[in-house]
């Protein structure tokens, strides 16, 4: 009998929700921002597990803000761990991630997917497989490195992620600018080598 897997990724934002309704999903993980309500678009999916998070898109600690913590990237791994034992035998499934913009929280969660479902698999390989699914990730820095040590990878997810956040630039270099007045200049610091 075929097993079952986790054969489609999706990541978005917000406003792309719509556009997933049709296509399989199976599986929902909502990272979103505290006090911002649930989006009514999921009562136009079919039936899905949905699990919700909510933190603020930051790295650094800010007044008002909630910061990713490790806790919420151990949810991640269990939300995986689950999603697999989730999907009947034989089945498909179909894991839709978003957050606000589809860009940073939501890729530093796919990113922890990824590694806890291949761990035997080079991290700058999955990074690339990251990149194939959303091509404008920019993956939360403090999730990833929450990631990096719950999954022993000892940096090298870390460095990964860095050498995209780089790439990302030297292809956009206004990102730089931009990241740097939402308060991750340690990101861009990082990425250019400064820190």
Known sequence: MKRASLSILSVCGLEELDGHRESGITHVLSILDPGIPDPDSFNRYDRHHRTTLRFHDIIEPQPGFILPEREHVEQIVAFGEELVDDLEEGRD???????????????????????????DEDD???VEHLAR????????????????????????LSEA???????????????????????????????LGVA
């Open 93 to 119: 499934g179909h894991l839709l991630i978003h957050c606000h913009m589809g860009i940073s929280r939501s890729t530093a969660a796919m990113t922890t997917m990824l590694v806890s479902a291949r761990p």
């Open 124 to 126: 700058e390989v999955l």
């Open 133 to 156: 699914i959303r091509p404008q990730a920019w993956p939360n820095a403090r999730m990833i490195g929450f990631a990096d040590e719950i999954m022993g990878r000892g940096g090298r």
């Open 161 to 191: 992620v860095r050498k995209l956040h780089l790439r990302q630039i030297n292809a956009n270099p206004r990102l730089a600018d931009t990241f740097r007045r939402l308060g991750r200049a340690a990101e861009v610091d990082r990425a």
